[in-house]
Nanobody
Framework: QVQLEESGGGLVQAGGSLRLSCAAS????????MAWFRQAPGKEREFVAA????????YYADPVKGRFTISRDNAKNTMYLQMNSLKPEDTAVYYC?????????????????WGQGAQVTVSS
């Protein structure tokens, strides 16, 4: 069983950048497909980005495409989300998630393990 912990959230002005990290422990990190989701106040949790086990394949939600970059370093048991050109509508709690199995997914119910979340607030 893997444990996940997010870090790197905070307050930033619109147009700024942040990098989130997700550190994994207790499992074989390279065997998990990974993803980021987010949940804004009063809204449902939504898919942000996913990365395959090797890191070779990445997937993005349309609202973040071209601004966010997901990556992973299996040697460091860590996944990242580089967020550029941030907008107020990116304000949310960001969660990292891990999934047993080979195939990446955009569906949160298909993920087996979750972090506690990191708050990202973008001011206008």
């Amino acid at each position: 069983q893997v444990q996940l912990e997010e870090s790197g959230g905070g307050l930033v002005q619109a147009g700024g950048s942040l990098r989130l990290s997700c550190a994994a422990s207790g499992g074989t990190f390279g065997s998990y497909s990974m993803a980021w989701f987010r949940q804004a106040p009063g809204k449902e949790r939504e898919f942000v980005a996913a990365v395959s086990r090797s890191g070779d394949n990445t997937y993005y939600a349309d609202p973040v495409k071209g601004r966010f970059t997901i990556s992973r370093d299996n040697a460091k048991n860590t996944m990242y989300l580089q967020m550029n050109s941030l907008k107020p509508e990116d304000t949310a709690v960001y969660y990292c998630a891990a999934r047993n199995g080979r195939r990446s997914s955009r569906i949160d119910s298909e993920y087996d393990y979750w972090g506690q979340g990191a708050q990202v607030t973008v001011s206008s």
